[in-house]
């Protein structure tokens, strides 16, 4: 990973305030560089299912080391980002969510619900989800939540294998 983790962020219509807030928030922080996949203006109409995959495979592709996902739920983000191999996505509507997503899923895409998450609080979401890595906090369960996680690789092996 280089010094900047790359955060890789897309949204429907339903996400773009949501989006525009979480854009200019991470455009203030050193530490992060930000790929866009837009929409870049209300005008514009992209919708989940064809938004999320762009964040998908820049992570696959490793043009990206995390994802951002935001629709109008953040449900179906979750659900088309999680099609992809290599993909963890979770759906956060607290900062508590988010912190756990990261620490024990080991997430690598946060979604999140242009409806029901207010743009102040979406900041402070993705804050918390950005702060930890896999098992930080968690560490009385670190061995146990790697076990896990492996176990949930090998499901994704089994389940992607063509």
């Not at 203006?41 to 080391?65: C, F, G, H, M, T």
């Not at 619900?113 to 670190?142: C, H, N, Q, Y």
């Amino acid at each position: 990973m280089s010094s900047r983790t790359r955060v890789a962020i897309a949204s429907d219509k339903s996400g773009f305030p949501l989006k525009q807030a979480v854009v200019e928030y991470l455009n203030n922080r050193d530490d992060i560089e930000i790929i866009d996949f837009g929409l870049n203006s209300l005008d514009e109409v992209q919708p989940y299912d064809a938004q999320a995959p762009k964040v998908a495979r820049a992570i696959q592709n490793a043009e990206a080391d995390r994802g951002v996902l935001i629709c109008g739920t953040g449900q179906g983000m979750a659900i088309v980002a999680n099609k992809h191999q290599g993909i963890y996505a979770v759906v956060a509507e607290t900062t508590f969510a988010a912190a756990r997503g990261r620490a024990i899923n080991n997430a690598n895409v946060l979604t999140m619900g242009g409806w029901i998450t207010a743009p102040i609080l979406g900041v402070e979401i993705v804050k918390s989800w950005l702060a930890l890595e896999f098992t930080e906090t968690m560490e009385d369960r670190a061995e146990w939540l790697r076990a896990a996680f492996s176990r949930v690789q090998q499901l994704e092996q089994e389940n992607f294998a063509q």
